[in-house]
């Protein structure tokens, strides 16, 4: 892997902005949340990111990474081209706010709208549910679907 790559990170806000560049050094084992990071911590204090987890569940650090929706914490550097410029910018499905950070306040307003889970009481002799595995299938495909 490279000693440092370039990133190419895109900063403004809802009424516009730019890309600019950062070099910086990149380690065995990062992604590219590490390396907004490190950009953050030593070139650019006031860069604005979202992220939670780091372990693909939240969804927090959405961003189009060389053109793709990906998520940050789950996009290894040794799987992206090095050799030139890593583009990260703001999810285009959303409005953007500053720099990385979008407006996901519609994601919320539909979460209202789904009703809690209320489980049904026990239906099984043991005092326990049973769940049929097309039933277990179908919700881990809502499951990964983050990812
Ligand atoms: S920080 Fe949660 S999915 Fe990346």
Known sequence: MAQKAMFRIWRGDAEGGAFQDYMTPVDEGMVVLDAVHRIQAH???DLAVRWN?????????????????????????SDLPLDRPVTVEPMH????????????????????????????????PDGTWRIAQKDVDRVQEFRKCIE
Do not use: H
């Not at 987890?53 to 550097?77: D, F, H, Q, V, Y």
């Open 43 to 45: 070139q650019a204090p």
């Open 53 to 77: 987890c780091k372990a693909g569940k939240c969804g927090s650090c959405s961003a189009e990474i060389n053109g793709m929706p990906k998520l940050m914490c789950m996009t290894r550097l």
């Open 93 to 124: 499905a959303f409005p953007r706010l500053k720099d990385l950070v979008t407006d996901v306040s519609w994601n919320f307003r539909v979460k209202k709208g789904i009703k809690p889970f209320k489980p049904r009481p026990p239906d099984a």
